[in-house]
């Protein structure tokens, strides 16, 4: 994680959620010259995030719920993010 649209995330991430797996994977210079990149570099992020908070919520839920956590973030000043959200194993 480096960046501080990813240190953002992270941190309201922690915050929602209190995860016990969160990895924050930018994935701009893979999209540079298409839609969407701005030149800042970070402007498209994978996100794996793993929380109980997660257990009763279906996949489009989970996804949903890690949305409204970031906020103006995504859609804003973020153009895209890949969502894998799950609960702890065990």
Do not use: W, Y
């Amino acid at each position: 994680m480096t960046g501080t649209v990813a240190a953002e995330m992270h941190t309201l991430l922690t915050e929602a959620f209190t995860p016990t797996r969160l990895a924050i994977i930018n994935d701009s210079a893979r999209h540079h010259g298409h839609s969407g990149d701005d030149g800042s570099g970070e402007s498209h992020f994978t996100i794996e995030i793993e929380a109980a908070a997660f257990a009763p919520m279906n996949r489009l839920a989970r996804q949903r719920a890690v949305i409204a956590a970031l906020g103006d973030i995504v859609g804003g000043r973020v153009h895209a993010v890949a969502i894998k959200a799950g609960v702890p194993a065990g």
